[in-house]
């Protein structure tokens, strides 16, 4: 069965940082489009960062350039390295993956929380 397991998340103060992880199983991390989303208390989901299978990467405005996504090929995880943290970053982050070809996310991590304090 597919499985997305996500991790590394913390308490830091502004200005650290963190890297998640997210480990899959049943399926092979390159082979689908791979994406990281927030969600924070009383807020809808939206959108961090994404992988496609053509390792091109895409940010959210807010993040780019302090975040940065990547994969590990053959341990078929996914990571999402935070930089330059502030404390609107934080928020419940889930690894989600999709088959390229369509545009809903198929599967999704638990989550892992990431608060960062002034």
């Known amino acids: 069965q597919v499985q997305l397991v996500d991790s590394g998340g913390g308490s830091v103060q502004a200005g650290g940082s963190l890297r998640l992880s997210c480990a899959a199983s049943g399926f092979a991390v390159a082979t689908y489009c791979m994406a990281w989303f927030r969600q924070a208390p009383g807020m809808e989901r939206e959108w961090v960062a994404s992988?496609?299978?053509?390792?091109?990467?895409l940010y959210a405005n807010s993040f780019k350039g302090r975040f940065t996504v990547s994969r590990e090929k053959y341990n078929d995880t996914l990571y999402l390295q935070m930089n330059s943290l502030k404390p609107e970053d934080t928020g419940m982050y889930h690894c989600?993956?999709?088959?390229?070809?369509?545009?809903?996310?198929?599967?999704w991590g638990q989550g892992t929380q990431v608060t960062v304090s002034s």
């Open positions: 989600a993956a999709r088959h390229c070809f369509q545009s809903d996310y198929s599967y």
């Open positions: 992988l496609l299978t053509d390792d091109r990467t």
